[in-house]
């Protein structure tokens, strides 16, 4: 899947807990905010089904 850029905000604690995160996992920010979103996706049992109806019909 291509990767697309995005800019978000952050407060500065979150901005600290993202790098705390990433040498703790030497990982790089988007590899530790991709993993983030994914576990919380399967908290809320997000499923294929829902992903692809999400891109249809928003013509992703």
């Known amino acids: 899947m291509a990767k697309k850029q995005t800019s978000v905000r952050m407060t500065d604690e979150v901005r600290m807990l993202l790098e705390i995160l990433c040498e ?6 988007v590899e530790v905010i991709e993993a983030g979103i994914r576990s919380e996706a399967r908290k809320e049992k ?4 829902e992903i692809q109806n999400f ?6």
């Open 55 to 60: 891109k249809n019909k928003n013509k992703i």
């Open 24 to 29: 703790k996992r030497n990982h790089n920010q």
């Open 46 to 49: 997000i499923t294929a089904k």
